[in-house]
């Protein structure tokens, strides 16, 4: 009889993402819960300020001070952390992760101060131009979600496109910041080393329905079902298997470069 696997991890963090206004603007759809292996699930606010709400820049200098930490914790972020292998191939680009986080924060700018994702998309700042993609893209963990959107799919209801657009330079920045204490997955390799902490892609969609809201806002809940589900996949002994989804050789490459929604069979 097979043993399940003790809790690799000993603090969970689920975020609700938004792409909308600046880096610097306080945003009520940006929303953060975290909980260690014991206690409840806890909505963060913002470190005291002026603001209400969280900013992206807010988000990301909390995020990258919490993993400085010696404490191994599970990150779930709810945006694309990469794009379809058809934008490398239409861009000429090599198929290589840590290569194209520069090179799509040198065309979409989006971490730089009072800049809108818009004000790239219609050519103000910046060379998205260069850099862009169709909404018939999809992703191979997109194709297999079902309802998940393109990440080049903007302007519609439940779309991810403008929260990635705004969100892949803060994964450049933390990446920067933490160097090898952090482990992006896939990207960095499908098991994630004993001790270390990681970011991940989620999706709430796939498990959100399983909590009652309680009073929630829809992007409370969001951020709460994130972090619920990786907290509860750990302490079940569930997660390796999600950290490792059936895929076969050629459709792991794929996936090396376009990364995974954790969770996704």
């Given at each position: ?48 300020s002026p603001r209400r709400y969280w900013t992206r820049r807010g988000i990301a200098e909390w995020l990258a001070a919490c993993l400085r930490e010696d404490v191994p914790t599970l990150v779930g972020i709810d945006h694309g952390f990469s794009f379809p292998l058809r934008y490398f191939e239409v861009h000429h680009l090599a198929p290589d992760w840590p290569t194209f986080l520069e090179d799509f924060q040198r065309h ?158």
């Amino acid at each position: 009889m097979a043993t399940e696997s003790l809790p690799a991890f000993a603090r969970y963090i689920g975020i609700d993402y938004s792409g909308a206004e600046t880096p610097n603007s306080s945003l009520k759809g940006l929303r953060v819960y975290q909980a260690d292996r014991a206690s409840t699930l806890e909505e963060v606010a913002p470190p005291p300020s002026p603001r209400r709400y969280w900013t992206r820049r807010g988000i990301a200098e909390w995020l990258a001070a919490c993993l400085r930490e010696d404490v191994p914790t599970l990150v779930g972020i709810d945006h694309g952390f990469s794009f379809p292998l058809r934008y490398f191939e239409v861009h000429h680009l090599a198929p290589d992760w840590p290569t194209f986080l520069e090179d799509f924060q040198r065309h979409w700018p989006t971490d730089e101060d009072n800049l809108y994702v818009d004000f790239v998309r219609d050519g103000l700042h910046g060379k998205g131009a260069d850099r862009i993609g169709s909404a018939r893209w999809r992703r191979l963990t997109e194709e297999r979600a079902g309802s998940a959107k393109s990440v080049f799919h903007f302007d519609v209801p439940g779309s991810v496109a403008k929260s990635t657009h705004a969100g892949i330079p803060w994964l450049l920045y933390l990446r920067r910041q933490l160097g090898e204490r952090v482990h992006f997955w896939p990207f960095d390799g499908w098991q994630i080393p004993e001790g270390r902490s990681a970011v991940v892609e989620v999706y709430p969609a796939l498990w959100k329905h399983a909590y009652a809201v309680n009073g929630r806002t829809v992007d409370q809940h969001d951020a709460y079902s994130a972090a619920a589900w990786l907290r509860q996949a750990d302490l079940d002994g569930q997660l390796a298997r999600f950290l490792n989804p059936e895929l076969t050789g050629s459709q792991r490459t794929v996936a090396g470069v376009e990364g995974w929604i954790l969770g996704v069979a």
